[in-house]
T-cell receptor, first 111, second 115 residues
Framework: QKEVEQDPGPLSVPEGAIVSLNCTYS??????FMWYRQYSRKGPELLMY????GNKEDGRFTAQVDKSSKYISLFIRDSQPSDSATYLC???????????FGGGTRVLVKP | GAVVSQHPSRVICKSGTSVKIECRSL??????MFWYRQFPKQSLMLMATSNEGSKATYEQGVEKDKFLINHASLTLSTLTVTSAHPEDSSFYIC???????????FGDGTRLSIL
């Protein structure tokens, strides 16, 4: 079993819909949680960075962390075709430590 | 802020050639940089952690004599793939953290093709 599980998708939504992404993990030592967006043939781009449990909002993006359930989520409001990409969750045990990634979810936002 | 530049973006070379990839933090000092490899439709696989002024720490199964890492300054780390073979063809990506803490910021990757 992988340390971090993420549904590979693809997740197809119409433009304007809310995109809901999530990851589950098994190691309770993870403290820092990140979401990255990766376009084809590009490096991952940081979207959200959170510490421990709670919610964080940044523009159209909302990240949620529930450490008791070992479950993290990313919501994208008012989705646009330009949001079509692969979304990777990542987590680490301490600040600046190496990351453990989920396998990525491919998202398609249709005009 | 937090821009990481990787060069070159694309390399095509013959088998047996050594290839050097550069990773630079443009607007911050990076005491720690990371090197990843990514196969098509797969997630990132950490190869090694590079600390400025010291030897890199390699993940299990990664040949340190094959993948030479140098982190000589707070803004530059290099990965050299020595005597590259077709099986080394992949997408190599670096990342860096500001002052060794905070999230990792990634470069745009280097697509390496060995003929």
């Amino acid at each position: 079993q992988k340390e971090v599980e993420q549904d590979p998708g693809p997740l197809s939504v119409p433009e304007g819909a809310i995109v809901s992404l999530n990851c589950t993990y098994s190691n309770s030592a993870f403290q820092y949680f990140m979401w990255y967006r990766q376009y084809s043939r590009k490096g991952p781009e940081l979207l959200m960075y959170t510490y421990s449990s709670g919610n964080k909002e940044d523009g159209r993006f909302t990240a949620q962390v529930d450490k008791s359930s070992k479950y993290i989520s990313l919501f994208i409001r008012d989705s646009q075709p330009s949001d079509s990409a692969t979304y990777l969750c990542a987590m680490s045990k301490a600040a600046g430590n190496k990351l453990t990634f989920g396998g990525g979810t491919r998202v398609l936002v249709k005009p | 802020g937090a821009v990481v530049s990787q060069h070159p973006s694309r390399v095509i070379c013959k088998s047996g050639t050594s290839v050097k990839i550069e990773c630079r933090s443009l607007d911050f000092q990076a005491t720690t940089m990371f090197w990843y490899r990514q196969f098509p439709k797969q997630s990132l696989m950490l190869m090694a952690t590079s600390n400025e002024g010291s030897k890199a720490t390699y993940e299990q199964g990664v040949e340190k004599d094959k993948f030479l890492i140098n982190h000589a300054s707070l803004t530059l780390s290099t990965l050299t793939v020595t005597s590259a073979h077709p099986e080394d063809s992949s997408f190599y990506i670096c990342s860096a953290t500001k002052e060794g803490i905070g999230p990792q910021h990634f470069g745009d990757g280097t697509r390496l093709s060995i003929l």
